[in-house]
């Protein structure tokens, strides 16, 4: 027995050595590969605690258990199960990484480093491997296939690389994975349907790479998905309805691809969304129905696409929701007030749409939001003043709609705000001066309004204004604020297109980070400023001023007594009072010569025009604002109207461009004489020219004086650099150059015009003459239109106001059998010149195939002018609308058209939905849409034109 005891001690004493040498040796080998890798490294210094230790007695040192060192766990035998060092900036690569000699390792986390090269394939080594992570690296090449024999894995996360390649599909074989993650690299190749077979998965991101093909269906099986992220690659075609059975879906995130194809109509039926992305790609039809009940909503993203769907009818109210982006998504209707009801909104982007009617001030509760952006729009009615309360917004984008009224002085107590954008509405009254209390300002854009008054100084107070001052196209007056010159951050300044006086402060020369400068189209004098952004401007820049000179392009140079005026004062006092005395002596002699002289003068001249007024009567009359275009400046600038300054020709006159001497250019139009040279009434000339310069609207050429004679009559208007519609869409290259886009504006600008002329002017003004040769447009493919009341203004007591008048092919047919001219024959001639413009060709034929029913089964594209590529599908439903509305304008019967207001209005907004397959219309089913409460008209039968 005692024999027994003895060997069982001795077998169980060498079992215990047995175990340790083996612990040691598993721990000095493990030890081994981390020391080994961490010398390969370029920076350790999170790894200090890695070392080797002397060993007592021994010259030769042993490594420490490694079970102690920074970032490594062990289990009860001593062996490393945890290697956790993220984000301690490693710098170095994998390849020296022994993953053999850890055949326990189930944690591995080295996220947040510099580690670069490739994932060695010899990772497949770590079978007990349940975590790994090495996102945020800079790793490359392609992710190892063998990978896929991991099978323990629960988390891959190499996401924020530089991996290349194609996801490998027998990733599929990790049944175990609940997190996927590869976003944020270069990723190509397809989804791998093998994905599918991971039915633990919980979260898969793949955004942010170059993945093409489509969506596999077998992603459908994936119940457990409570995140899909797979925006920003390349994927099409469209989304499966099964995805309709990912019930635990918090997060879905499609943007920035090329899907098509109609959105799930149930993705939300669960109702534990939080986050739905789907902007910038193609999808149409409506926008599902399940998410205005998704009350857990927190972003929403649908910009960029071409969706279906009323505002107020198709969003609910989302007591979580932070971020919202619908612009150029296709949705119409009106802002519900209830979105004020979303008060942790912080973001609010909804521009490029159809959405009308007015701004609700409930939006005011949004005390949270940070930016609103509504441009593109038809919001009409005025900036809510309540829109000063929300104090923690930084963008406020309102461009391009119709919005009226004052710019609320309540917005100067938005005390965060950068950037300011109001251009392009129909704003009016003065620049408030209390938005020069946004001092954190940095962008300020209110051009294309109807703004009058002075510039306030107060502006001088935003101190960061650095990317942006405009406040042109406006009906700003005054001199320019000397104070702006303290905006020494501003880059881009314009204020061009007012009517502002005076020179241009030299404090512009401090403004040394000013990079473009336009002060075009002012009656602005004097010598320019020195400074680069003004030696470096182009002519354009000062172009259509009165007395600029200067160094620029296009000016001439001040002369010497300029030069003197311009000055700062700080001459030399001694040079000063030598010049003074002597030049004193002088001029008190000149002026008792120049006294005489005139005297003598006066005298001669009273004689010579009692002569002229006697034998001639008044030989011309000179009207104009500024009081300085004279007769004899026209006739020296055109050469005594020479052919070759002629620009244009008409039944009424001949067209001329005038350089004058003062710098603008202006268009002069030289009128033909009065029949028999009679001499017309020239107080009701004055009177009818006074209503013309009257007129400020955008898009009617701007009347700046006349010459008045019976032999000689003279129009000074505004010059404009494109000219006449008709000469463009007759030349191929300059009709190429004008886009739908650009057409569609056009036609917008002319039935704004003349909704001015006959609804908002008192009495109404009718054009009688509107043809494509008298609309005008600028250097931006702006409209104006040009030579309304001519014949009426020539004699307006005689027979012309009742004789057919106008240019053939425009002229409406009942002029033809009555003489009554009614606001309806604009309308006509409107709707051929907008026909003119979407065919590029005069629409006469078109009239004559719609009395046909076969003419009535032609395609709207097929009208469409050939030389331009077919518009773009949001493009599309504006081409589409213009057409209908031309076609509408242009019925035969005068009591079917409609009002220039109503035209206005629906290319504004407000428009009735089209069919939804804007390539296939025919215009039989467009004239379905035009107007039925005018026509009366059996759809079926051919329309009347």
Request: glycine share 8%.
């Amino acid at each position: 027995m005692a024999s027994l005891n003895s060997s069982f001690l001795l077998f169980l004493v060498a079992y215990v050595m047995f175990d340790s040498c083996s612990r040691a040796a598993a721990e000095s080998q493990e030890a081994e590969a981390l020391l080994k890798w961490k010398d390969s490294l370029l920076q350790t210094q999170a790894l200090h605690s890695w070392s080797l230790l002397p060993k007592a007695n021994a010259s030769t040192p042993i490594a420490s258990s490694p079970c102690n060192w920074t970032g490594i766990k062990c289990n009860d035998a001593g062996s490393i199960i945890e290697i956790n060092i993220p984000n301690a900036i490693l710098t170095g690569k994998l390849d020296n990484f022994s993953f053999s000699a850890f055949p326990n390792l189930i944690h591995l986390n080295l996220s947040g480093n510099r580690l670069s090269g490739n994932i060695p394939a010899h990772i497949d080594t770590l079978f007990k491997l349940s975590f790994l992570d090495l996102a945020s690296n800079q790793l490359s090449g392609s992710i190892p296939s063998k990978i896929g024999k991991l099978k323990n894995l629960i988390l891959l996360d190499l996401s924020n690389n530089s991996l290349t390649g194609t996801i490998p599909s027998n990733l599929g074989n990790l049944t175990k994975l609940t997190n996927l993650l590869l976003h944020r690299n270069l990723i190509s190749g397809s989804i791998p349907p093998e994905l599918g077979n991971l039915k633990n998965l919980i979260r898969l991101s793949l955004f942010s790479n170059s993945l093409t093909s489509s969506v596999p269906l077998s992603l459908g099986n994936l119940r457990n998905l409570t995140e899909i992220s797979i925006s920003k690659n390349q994927l099409s075609g469209s989304i499966p309805q099964e995805m309709t059975n990912l019930r635990h879906l918090v997060i879905l995130g499609l943007s920035d691809n090329n899907f098509s194809g109609h959105l799930p109509q149930q993705i939300c039926r669960s109702g534990l969304i939080q986050r739905f992305t789907v902007g910038n790609n193609h999808f149409t039809g409506p926008v599902p129905e399940s998410l205005r009940n998704c009350t857990t909503l927190k972003r929403v993203r649908l910009e960029g696409n071409q969706l279906i769907g009323n505002i107020s009818e198709v969003f609910g109210v989302y007591p979580d929701l932070d971020f919202i982006d619908m612009s150029n998504s296709g949705l119409y209707g009106e802002l519900s007030p209830n979105w004020g009801d979303c008060r942790n909104l912080m973001t609010l982007k909804m521009s490029g749409n159809n959405i009308s009617g007015r701004i609700p001030s409930q939006i005011a509760k949004l005390h949270k939001l940070g930016v609103l952006d509504l441009s593109s729009n038809f919001l009409t009615g005025e900036i809510p003043n309540d829109l000063g309360r929300l104090s923690s917004l930084i963008n406020m984008n309102l461009r391009n709609n119709q919005l009226s009224g004052l710019v609320p002085q309540e917005l100067g107590e938005l005390s965060n705000l950068e950037i300011l954008d109001l251009s392009m509405n129909k704003l009016r009254g003065t620049i408030p001066q209390q938005l020069g209390d946004c001092s954190k300002m940095r962008f300020l854009k209110l051009s294309g309004n109807e703004l009058n008054g002075s510039i306030p100084f107060q502006i001088v107070s935003l101190v960061n204004l650095q990317v942006m001052l405009d406040l042109s196209h406006n009906l700003l007056t005054g001199e320019i604020p000397s104070q702006l010159g303290k905006l020494q951050r501003l880059e881009n300044l314009n204020l061009s297109h007012n009517m502002l006086s005076g020179s241009i402060p030299s404090s512009f020369e401090d403004m040394l980070s000013l990079s473009s400068i336009d002060l075009s189209h002012n009656d602005l004098e004097g010598p320019l400023p020195d400074g680069k952004a003004f030696q470096q401007a182009p002519a354009e820049a000062f172009t259509g001023n009165k007395g600029l000179c200067g160094k620029a392009q296009g000016l001439q140079l001040c002369n010497n007594s300029s030069s003197m005026n311009s000055g700062d004062g700080k001459k030399d006092h001694k040079i000063f009072i030598a010049i003074f005395i002597p030049l004193l002596v002088v001029i008190i002699l000149l002026s008792v010569f120049v006294f005489l002289y005139y005297n003598f003068r006066q005298r001669k001249r009273k004689v010579e025009n009692d002569v002229k007024k006697k034998n001639h009567g008044n030989l011309f009359s000179i009207w104009n604002y500024d009081g300085k275009v004279v007769f004899e400046d026209l006739i020296e600038a055109t050469e005594n109207f020479d052919s070759r300054y002629c620009i244009g020709a008409g039944g009424y006159g001949r067209v001329y461009r005038a350089d004058l001497p003062t710098g603008h250019v202006v268009a002069v139009k030289k009128l033909h004489p009065v029949e028999g040279n009679e001499v017309a009434d020239e107080r009701s000339f004055r009177n009818e020219i006074q209503t013309l310069t009257e007129i400020r609207h955008r898009n009617i050429v701007k009347l700046y004086g006349f010459c008045f004679h019976s032999q000689c009559s003279l129009l000074n208007y505004e010059y404009m650099e494109r000219g006449s519609l008709g000469s463009i869409l007759k030349d191929a290259e300059k009709a190429m150059a004008m886009n739908w886009v650009k057409r569609v504006n056009v036609i917008k600008g002319m039935a704004n015009a003349l909704s001015y002329m006959h609804h908002d002017l008192t009495p109404p003004m009718i054009h009688r003459d509107l043809s494509s040769n008298n609309i005008l447009l600028d250097s931006e493919f702006e409209a104006r239109v040009s030579d309304f009341g001519t014949a009426r203004l020539l004699k307006p007591d005689s027979s012309n106001w009742s004789t057919l008048a106008g240019t053939y092919g425009y002229v409406a047919p009942e002029l033809a059998y009555t003489m009554k001219v009614t606001e309806k024959c604009d309308v006509y001639s409107f709707g051929v010149v907008s026909l003119e413009i979407i065919m590029g060709r005069h629409p006469g034929d078109l009239f004559s195939s719609l009395t046909s029913l076969e003419g009535q089964d032609t395609l709207v594209i097929d009208l469409l002018d050939e030389r331009l590529p077919l518009p773009t599908a949001q493009c599309m439903k504006d081409v589409v609308c213009a057409t209908m509305l031309a076609l509408g304008c242009s019925c035969a019967n005068p009591h079917s058209r409609p009002t220039m207001q109503h035209v206005s209005q629906e290319l504004s907004g407000g428009r009735a939905p089209l069919p939804q397959d804007l390539h296939t219309i025919t215009l039989s089913q467009l004239s379905d849409h035009i107007y039925p409460e005018h026509t009366g008209q059996d759809s079926r039968s051919p329309r009347k034109f």
